[in-house]
């Protein structure tokens, strides 16, 4: 099993930045590809991101490209997401999770996922 621990919610003004972190434990994290997802009250899980194993291929919904930014760094056992330009309605519980499937954007391509970390932008 892997467990994954999402950090660095917070709350910031539209037009700031966060940088988000995922750290992940308990399987051979350089062999799988992650992803970003979100959940805001009242809707459903939407992808944000994701990177390959090697995090050579990265891939945006159409939401964040030019804004978001997905990296990982094996070494450490943790993938980020470096969010600027953010709006109010980038307001959502952000989760990571792991995916044995490149370019994967739907939940159920992904098997294991972190508890949440909260971004509230406000206006």
């Known amino acids: 099993q892997v467990q994954l621990v999402e950090s660095g919610g917070g709350l910031v003004q539209a037009g700031g930045s966060l940088r988000l972190s995922c750290a992940a434990s308990?399987?051979?994290?350089?062999?799988?590809?992650m992803g970003w997802f979100r959940q805001a009250p009242g809707k459903e899980r939407e992808f944000v991101a994701g990177i390959s194993w090697s995090g050579a291929g990265t891939y945006y919904a159409d939401s964040v490209k030019g804004r978001f930014t997905i990296s990982r760094d094996n070494a450490k056992n943790t993938v980020y997401l470096q969010m600027n330009s953010l709006k109010p309605e980038d307001t959502a519980v952000y989760y990571c999770a792991v995916s044995p499937t490149i370019y994967a954007m739907r939940t159920h391509d992904y098997d294991a996922w972190g508890q949440g970390t909260q971004v509230t932008v406000s206006s």
């Open positions: 308990g399987r051979t994290f350089s062999s799988y590809a």
